[in-house]
């Protein structure tokens, strides 16, 4: 009880000082006149500062902007532990990094900059992308329109609307300034050693070139969306029989990882940890992924790689994976999903 107090107190107090900046910054600047001429738009600051599936799936912006005016310098403003993922963009010029331990840095940046159009991506409200927006200073500061930030942004794009996946919610703002060519793809770039390191453990861990390669990730970020690992160990020992299946770990899970498989009579090989987009890579380099509805099912999306998702939480229709041969199995607050189901499934897809 005392908690669920405190929640509400904390509630309220960050309305509250919400509703004051709103009340300081007043009204958004007149709307400009649609459809946008880019050639007065110099400078564009896209805001996303949320998780890796987030910003793997904001990628296409960086590309339907730069291909149809390539005059445009480029900023994006992301996380500090995604910023890796837009290294080597040729289609961006500038990644600033929001450090939640050190806000003020890029706070002070945004300043600085001048930008004459920001992006807001977040299509549910965000008042830490909402404050970054307003901290550019531009003049045409483009977002969903949420009754909480309706005065931060002058070009407003309606919330309500079909479902649709979240590329194509963050296209929607390109559209309403006018955009038609779009660029719809997810793509991540990939550097020299990057390339190098995925090509080392393909050799180190191959065992045999006539095997199919099943990548397999068993963790999730909260543990009630994530399918049981007994679950996962009886479809990875009946995938052994006719092909090779490698563990991906996350950041804190390769000593559970090790300790769960040095259980089984058969075993995956537990690979060491990768960044994002070595991940990536080597998800090009092998024949499915099988994992829970997590970021990582989206770099599969940006290689172009099938994946058979377990959906125990979150809308399909805007989280689902893009490639045409991926698969879907829903689990949502039962027990219904059985490994021969899931099993079966990958047997399909390999085939």
């Known amino acids: 009880m005392a908690n669920q107090v405190l929640r509400t107190i904390e509630k309220k107090t960050k309305q509250l000082i919400w509703n004051l900046i709103g009340i300081c910054a007043g009204k958004a600047s007149s709307p400009p006149k649609l459809p946008l001429d880019f050639n007065e738009i110099k400078s564009v600051l896209v805001i996303r500062p949320d998780r890796l599936g987030d910003v793997v799936l904001s990628t296409p912006v960086y590309e339907t902007l730069k291909k149809a005016f390539p005059h445009l310098h480029i900023s994006a403003l992301v996380d500090n532990a995604q910023k890796g993922l837009l290294a080597d963009n040729p289609n961006i010029d500038r990644v600033l990094v929001y450090d939640p331990k050190q806000p003020l840095n890029v706070f002070r940046q945004l300043r600085d900059e001048h930008f004459d159009l920001t992006l807001n991506l977040n299509k549910k409200f965000s008042a830490t992308a909402t404050f970054f927006s307003l901290s550019s200073d531009a003049k045409i500061r483009v977002g969903y329109n949420h009754k909480e930030n309706a005065w931060a942004h002058n070009v407003r794009v309606p919330v309500e ?87 991906v770990n996350g950041p804190g899970e390769e000593a559970e990882l090790q300790t769960a498989i040095s259980n089984m009579q058969k075993k995956p090989q537990l690979l060491p940890l990768l960044s994002a987009k070595e991940l990536a890579l080597l998800m090009q380099e092998c024949d499915v992924l099988l994992c829970n509805h997590t970021g990582i099912m989206h770099l599969a999306s940006a290689v172009n790689k099938p994946v058979c998702v377990i959906f125990k939480h979150g809308e399909i229709k805007r989280w689902g994976p893009l490639n045409s041969s991926s698969v879907v199995l829903e689990e949502r607050d039962d027990n219904s999903l059985s490994p021969d189901t899931v099993f079966n499934t990958l047997l399909n897809m390999l085939s």
């Open 161 to 247: 609307g079909p479902a649709r996946h979240e590329t194509e919610n963050n296209l929607e703002l390109l559209r309403a300034l006018g955009i038609q060519k779009i660029q719809s793809q997810p793509r991540l770039y990939f550097s020299p050693d990057e390339t190098q390191r995925v090509a080392d453990i393909m050799q180190q861990f191959r065992a045999s070139q006539n095997q199919p390669i099943v990548l397999v990730k068993s963790g999730t970020r909260v543990a009630k969306w994530g399918w049981p690992w007994q679950k996962f160990e009886t479809v990875i020992e009946q995938l052994l029989e006719s092909a090779q299946v490698w563990m």
